[in-house]
């Protein structure tokens, strides 16, 4: 396995009264694909928002190439070269394709900043923000968004791509686009932690798998193992991915 890139030690959380993240211990490869898994309320949203700074963790370390971050404020945290992309996608549904992306381009002050190859990199995987470029994001598709999202997390070299269950409510053919897209961003070396749900992504982007339940960290491993032990996954995830082929 290669060396990790992101690690939490002993991470606990609280949102108001509420004990969500109990003791999270979790190493995330560089240049790997890691899977975050687990049921609903398992504290998966919890644990990406922790490290993006959005929730503050009330015990442990989170350590991102050798420094600790926990203590950082989220601005600081997404400057060492970390993006996040929500469940909710985050983006402006009045500004336009293009708007989105220059606002996200942190370092641009004009397009003319931002670098050619890296927005032609970004349309090749994702042909409709070129068609959509001068839309208003809020008249896109449910999927066409996803893709303006990620597209917002990629438009500046990122070390860490945090992304929270991209495929959600996707039709399949939209979901297929997505998986060959993040196949492509693993054959470029980019680190990824993914919660997903959607059984197809983990079985073909998972380089590696970590399993959430009750705000804990149940079960780590490559994720080869994990798709060949059905008995595993049914006691952690409550359904076997051979029956979701």
Same mark, same amino acid.
Do not use: C
């Given at each position: @396995? ?21 003791? #999270?211990?979790?190493? #995330? ?9 687990? *049921?609903?309320?398992?504290?998966? =949203?919890?644990?990406?928002? =922790? ?19 926990? $203590? ?15 469940? %909710? ?16 381009? &942190? ?8 670098? =050619? ?7 090749? @995987? ?7 470029? *001068?839309?208003? $994001? ?8 996803? @893709? ?5 997390? !990629?438009? +500046?070299? *990122?070390?860490? !791509?945090?992304?929270? +269950? ?9 979901? &297929? %686009? ?10 470029? *070396?980019?680190?990824? !932690?993914? /919660?997903?749900? %959607? ?17 804990? /960290? /149940?079960? $780590? ?6 798709? %060949?032990?059905?008995? !595993? ?7 076997? @991915?051979?029956?979701? =082929?």
């Amino acid at each position: @396995m290669s060396q990790a890139l992101l690690s939490l030690h002993g991470v606990h959380t609280h949102i108001g009264a509420y004990h969500i993240l109990h003791g #999270v211990e979790m190493d #995330v490869p560089e240049g790997q694909l890691t899977l975050l898994l687990g *049921r609903n309320g398992a504290g998966k =949203t919890t644990t990406l928002r =922790t490290l993006m700074g959005l929730w503050r963790a009330s015990a442990g370390r989170v350590v991102f190439d050798g420094q600790d971050i926990q $203590a950082l404020p989220t601005p600081d945290i997404a400057g060492l070269g970390i993006a996040y992309v929500p469940e %909710n996608m985050g983006i402006f549904a009045d500004l336009t394709v293009r708007e989105n992306l220059l606002l996200a381009a &942190r370092a641009a002050r004009s397009l003319n900043d931002v670098d =050619t190859d890296r927005l032609d990199w970004i349309f090749r @995987m994702f042909p409709a923000m070129k068609t959509f470029w *001068r839309h208003p $994001a809020g008249k896109l598709s449910g999927g066409q968004k996803q @893709m303006l999202a990620l597209s917002r997390a !990629l438009i +500046e070299p *990122r070390r860490l !791509l945090l992304v929270d +269950e991209p495929s959600k409510g996707l039709a399949p053919a939209i979901v &297929r %686009n997505l998986i060959d897209a993040f196949a492509e961003l693993k054959a470029a *070396r980019t680190t990824v !932690l993914l /919660v997903e749900q %959607n059984i197809h992504f983990a079985r073909e982007l998972g380089d590696n798998v970590v399993v959430m339940d009750d705000g804990r /960290v /149940v079960h $780590a491993g490559p994720m080869s193992g994990f798709v %060949n032990d059905e008995a !595993l996954q049914t006691r952690l995830l409550g359904l076997s @991915m051979g029956a979701h =082929t």
